[in-house]
């Protein structure tokens, strides 16, 4: 079996060309990244695609509007509230997903959530790297991430900006794209995380004291589970542990 991810395009909620990659056979299992991240960087660069697909899965993995590969439009017309949510959509029906697996991180959880209110159904689902707060106050994170876009030249080490503007630097984040996918998308109802009643993996780091607590997400869904894993938000999906929980989880 290939090592390497075959990768497609196919249309999103407008036309906007998103790219999604496929490893391995067996069950599938979507995976959707974290704000300013992409496929390569969160699931293939460190092994948890691999571990997945080793214990049977099919791991198909999208780079999100202005992410990775998929396209990066400056028309703010092509940003309507919850514009990623759409283009997941898009390609779950483009794929033909009925029955699948949803595993999500970061803003990838928050995505996985919203595309749960809308009535997909996954047999399992995994949020990493997302607190209760993540989904319900989202704003303050993203003026943060807004802020830091005006920055985005001017930010100096030790400045509370400065390694989340590296990091979108290394990922070669489009920073204006960004801005408008940002503004596209909002807080999650309290009531939406409702339809979480499916069994639900919460993994998260140790020291990641970024989104908001664990526990209370946690606590708030019916059916979850959570593991804890080593590491900080950044630190911690890159670390054989965290692909080796979600692994273990889906082929429980």
Known sequence: MTNEATLHHFPGHDGARIAVHRLGAGRPVLFIHGLASNVRTNWLRYGTARRVVDAGFEAIMVDLRVHGQSDAPH??????????????????????????????????????????????????????????????????????????????????????????????????????????LLLSLDDIPREDLDALTMETLVLYGEKDDDPGSADALAAALPRATRITVPGTHMSCITLPEFGAAIADYLAA
């Open 75 to 180: 028309d703010p017309a092509a940003y309507p509230p919850d514009v990623a949510v759409l283009d997941l959509e898009a390609v779950i029906g483009a794929l033909d997903l009925s029955a699948f697996d949803l595993v999500g991180y970061s803003l990838g959880s928050r995505l996985s959530a919203m595309l749960v209110a809308r009535g997909h159904r996954p047999r399992r689902l995994v949020l990493g790297g997302m607190g209760l707060r993540g989904f319900v106050d989202w704003r303050p994170r993203r003026q943060f991430y807004l802020d830091a876009i005006e920055r985005f030249d001017i930010s100096r080490p030790g400045e509370p900006d400065f390694l989340a503007i590296q990091f979108m630097k290394t990922t070669k984040i489009d920073p204006i794209a960004l801005k408008y």
